[in-house]
Nanobody
Framework: QVQLVESGGGLVQAGDSLRLSCAASGRPLRNYGMAWFRQAPGKEREFVAAITWNSHLDRAADSVEGRFFISRDNVRDTVYLQMNNLKREDTAVYYC??????????????????WGRGTQVTVSS
């Protein structure tokens, strides 16, 4: 099975940008559809963005559309989340997830089979 480790989180100001990375090990990343989710304190985990194994399809939540962009490098076994124009409401722990259905880019957390431990993103005003 694949192991996922997120990195790149931190404390930033509103309007700043960050790029999160999710490094996969154990099995090649090309075997999986991938996604980012986030969870803010006191809230449920929510979908952020997803991408199929070959990058032919990607989708993002309405709340981040046009600001966040998911991409992947199957040679480096890494998925990225470029986050621009960050807002206070983007503050959350961000999780990387892998789906055994590599053709999928589902928004449903329960469809994902493997999860990282998360990286904290805090946006101050």
């Amino acid at each position: 099975q694949v192991q996922l480790v997120e990195s790149g989180g931190g404390l930033v100001q509103a309007g700043d940008s960050l790029r999160l990375s999710c490094a996969a090990s154990g099995r090649p990343l090309r075997n999986y559809g991938m996604a980012w989710f986030r969870q803010a304190p006191g809230k449920e985990r929510e979908f952020v963005a997803a991408i199929t194994w070959n990058s032919h399809l990607d989708r993002a939540a309405d709340s981040v559309e046009g600001r966040f962009f998911i991409s992947r490098d199957n040679v480096r076994d890494t998925v990225y989340l470029q986050m621009n124009n960050l807002k206070r409401e983007d503050t959350a722990v961000y999780y990387c997830a892998a789906d055994d259905n590599r053709e999928g880019a589902t928004t449903v957390a329960a469809e994902y089979d493997y999860w990282g431990r998360g990286t904290q993103v805090t946006v101050s005003s």
